[in-house]
């Protein structure tokens, strides 16, 4: 599947609002399109970030119908919204992939063989991040931006024993978050195929 192909259909048809041109213009000057979605456990190969945001999209649509009905779907105000969270959820990782080389043995010969490593050049956070590129551009709701902010859950950096009580109670002000959470972990482990450390 042509995955650049299809995050650009679904972000033309779904996103209309102001500043969502200027923000796909951007995605074009960037790696988001040929970056992996990470180093080793999932998405580790070129164009692996578009892959999983369009996959992340793919689930996160239907868990919405399961839970509030293809009607709730069907509005374009909603569908925008699910599709604004899903589609750009990492765009932090913007950047941060570089390919280096290692010796790696093969049939008792050492041989050299790309691998990703990963160094962020603008190290705001995770969620944080992705948040603050989008809204270079375009206005997020609150729902949006907690969505992002908090899409990796109890895996967030900021989860220390002090602080879960701030996911939780994103989680439960905003249950979108929740389920966009439970989306992304989902096909990172299922539709990915996620790799074991």
């Not at 180093?39 to 919405?64: N, Q």
């Amino acid at each position: 599947m042509d995955y650049k192909k299809r995050f650009k259909e679904i972000f033309s048809e779904n996103i209309k609002r102001e500043g969502s041109a200027e923000l796909l213009k951007y995605l074009e000057t960037t790696d988001f399109f040929t970056a992996p979605a990470s180093t080793r456990f999932h998405g580790d190969h070129e164009g692996g970030l578009v892959e999983h945001c369009v996959l992340v999209y793919d689930r996160f649509v239907k868990m919405l119908a399961s839970e509030y009905g293809d009607k709730w779907l069907g509005d374009k105000k909603n569908l925008e919204t699910a599709t604004v969270i899903a589609l750009l959820h990492d765009l932090c990782k913007i950047g941060c992939y570089k390919t280096e080389m290692r010796n790696v043995k093969e049939n008792n010969t050492w041989v050299q063989k790309p691998y990703y490593t990963y160094d962020d050049p603008l190290p705001y956070g995770h969620g944080e991040k992705s948040v603050y590129v989008i809204t270079g551009f375009m206005k997020l709701s609150r729902e949006e931006s907690f969505a992002i902010n908090w899409h990796m859950g109890g895996f967030d950096a900021r989860n220390g024993s002090n602080n879960y009580g701030t996911i939780a109670g994103a989680f439960k002000q905003f249950p979108m978050a929740a389920l966009f959470h439970a989306a992304d972990l989902l096909t990172t482990y299922l539709d990915e195929k996620c790799k074991k450390n």
